[in-house]
């Protein structure tokens, strides 16, 4: 069973930074499109989940606009590692942040990290 094991996250307050790792054990990783999404606290993670940032293969980003300018997606697939450097945090950017292949395509989900923004 694949792990994904994401960390990074907690408590920021407004115009701070954080940058979150994800580390999985995804046999193809260096083939496979990487996301992160991020969700509600108080709700599961599902394929729904808002999506924040991919990288491809080749390195090339797609951030949502709630983020663009703001966030950096960046991917080490010598250690199966992607990572997301958050920065002018807002508390809208409170969620659990997980990571994920793009497409999801069912894959698994890791445990999240929680940021939480305080204002």
């Known amino acids: 069973q694949v792990q994904v094991a994401e960390s990074g996250g907690g408590l920021v307050q407004a115009g701070g930074s954080r940058r979150l790792s994800c580390v999985t054990s995804?046999?193809?990783?260096?083939?496979?499109?990487m996301a992160w999404y991020r969700q509600a606290p108080d709700q599961a993670p599902t394929d729904q989940n808002e999506?924040?940032?991919?990288?491809?293969?080749?390195?090339?980003?797609v951030y949502a606009d709630s983020v663009k300018g703001r966030f950096t997606i960046s991917r080490d697939n010598a250690e199966k590692t992607v990572y997301l450097q958050m920065n002018s945090l807002n508390p809208e950017d409170t969620a659990v942040y997980y990571c994920?292949?793009?497409?999801?395509?069912?894959?698994?989900w890791g445990q999240g990290t929680q940021v939480t923004v305080s204002s």
């Open positions: 995804r046999n193809t990783f260096g083939r496979d499109a």
């Open positions: 999506l924040v940032a991919l990288i491809t293969i080749t390195d090339h980003t």
């Open positions: 994920n292949t793009y497409p999801i395509l069912g894959h698994s």
